[in-house]
């Protein structure tokens, strides 16, 4: 069990995959650094399962894994990882959504970015964000985390400044609105910016 305070790495980029981790609570980005361009992959939270490069014997992780939050985390050798997840069809079967689903639904996304300007990028993240971390309340979904512009930016390929002035024009739309410096998101409203 480890637990990883907000900003800490639950493990690097490029170190010899052995463990596969578990999100027990909290969230983690998935960032990857190639020539000095940080790009986040993705945002992950409770029963996630991440490092999985670890079940593909002893090589570099692509990805690195940083809390966003105070996170707890269950680290498993990779054999152990497989013989929990072999021991039974439904184990094996969560084991797997919570894994391949998830990369799946991934690889959807950037099919649908290829398609997207970078305001349509930008209202796919968010409706993203809400749709896995987001909580109802009485104005829509209150993302429960802060999300920096850069951090936006980082998920959709565009710059700071863009992801700002996109955000500025979603608020004057009363598309998203701030509480306590936390986003909601409208995803009615948000949805048309994809058409």
Same mark, same amino acid.
């Given at each position: ?122 209202? /796919?993240?968010?409706? $993203?964000? &809400? ?5 109802? #309340?009485? !104005?829509?979904?209150? =993302? +429960? ?21 996109? /955000?500025?024009?979603? $608020?004057? &739309? ?5 509480? #306590?410096? !936390?986003?909601?998101? =409208? +995803? ?8």
């Amino acid at each position: 069990m480890l637990e990883v305070k907000r900003g800490a790495s639950v493990y690097p980029q490029a170190e010899n995959a052995n463990l596969v981790h578990v999100i027990l609570s909290g969230m983690a980005s998935l960032t990857m650094t190639d020539k000095n361009r940080r790009v986040l992959v993705g945002v992950v939270g409770p029963g996630d399962i991440v490092g999985i490069s670890a079940l593909l014997g002893n090589r570099p992780r692509p990805f690195r894994c940083e809390a966003l939050s105070e996170c707890k985390v269950a680290a498993l050798a990779a054999t152990s990882f497989r013989s929990l997840m072999l021991r039974d069809a439904a184990t094996f079967e969560k084991a797997m959504q919570a894994t391949f689903g998830r990369w799946e639904l991934m690889l959807k996304r950037y099919a649908q970015f290829m398609m997207l300007g970078a305001r349509g990028r930008i209202a /796919l993240a968010l409706l $993203e964000l &809400a749709d896995r971390f987001g909580v109802s #309340n009485d !104005r829509g979904r209150l =993302l +429960p985390f802060m999300v920096s512009h850069a951090m936006l930016g980082a998920m959709v390929g565009a710059s700071r400044q863009h992801v700002t002035m996109q /955000l500025v024009e979603f $608020e004057r &739309a009363g598309i998203v609105t701030r509480e #306590n410096r !936390r986003l909601v998101i =409208l +995803p009615e409203k948000l949805k048309l910016e994809l058409q």
